[in-house]
């Protein structure tokens, strides 16, 4: 699948995420490795197959093999850890925020790709995953690593939008079902 063949398959309604999409993929100030890293890990974190398929084929074509692991490897380990710390952030019994974690989380140390990247992927699928604690978290890094609020900007502009797509293809089998 392809990114024209998914935005072929968002309905009337979602005009706007299909202009949006080509949009956000070439936003300026994202390298290529950011641009595509962003997108297919938040189209993991958004959880549709078909996304995902059209998502990690495009990306493939502009970044290499290692970037793409290290993407999956943000939305696997964001998948827990965004659970793990929103719960420490949200629980009344604010002693579980100071007990330690206990979770195996090297790959955020060693991902394989430049530091920063790999931040701003963890970054867009906290977004998703509404984990506000992780999401203080890696913007505090990014930043501090030297990426402006444009990046970070846009690199959450990728995450809604692919996110967006998601909720909305999800949503269509029940709308054709109502249809009918």
């Known amino acids: 699948m392809s990114i024209e063949s998914l935005k072929a398959r968002l309905p009337d309604y979602a005009k706007d995420l299909k202009l949006n999409l080509g949009t956000v993929l070439s936003a300026p100030g994202l390298t290529p490795r950011q641009v ?19 998502i990690e084929s495009e990306a493939a074509k502009h970044v290499d093999p290692t970037a793409l692991n290290a993407a999956r490897a943000a939305a696997a380990i964001m998948a827990m850890t965004n659970v793990y710390y ?42 998703i995953n509404g984990c506000g604690q992780c999401i203080d978290a890696h913007e505090r890094q990014v930043t501090a690593k030297g ?3 444009e990046t970070v900007q846009n690199v ?9 797509i998601a909720v909305t293809l999800n949503a269509e089998p029940a709308a054709s079902a109502r249809a009918a």
């Open 86 to 127: 929103r719960f420490t952030h949200l629980v009344s019994a604010k002693d579980y925020a100071s007990m330690p974690a206990k979770l195996r989380m090297t790959v955020i140390a060693n991902p394989g790709v430049d530091a920063v990247d790999f931040e701003l992927w963890s970054l867009a699928v906290s977004a």
């Open 36 to 54: 595509w890293g962003t997108a297919l890990a938040s189209a993991i974190a958004a959880r549709n197959p078909e996304v995902i398929a059209a």
């Open 156 to 164: 959450i502009r990728i995450a809604a939008v692919i996110h967006a």
């Open 147 to 149: 990426a402006s609020r």
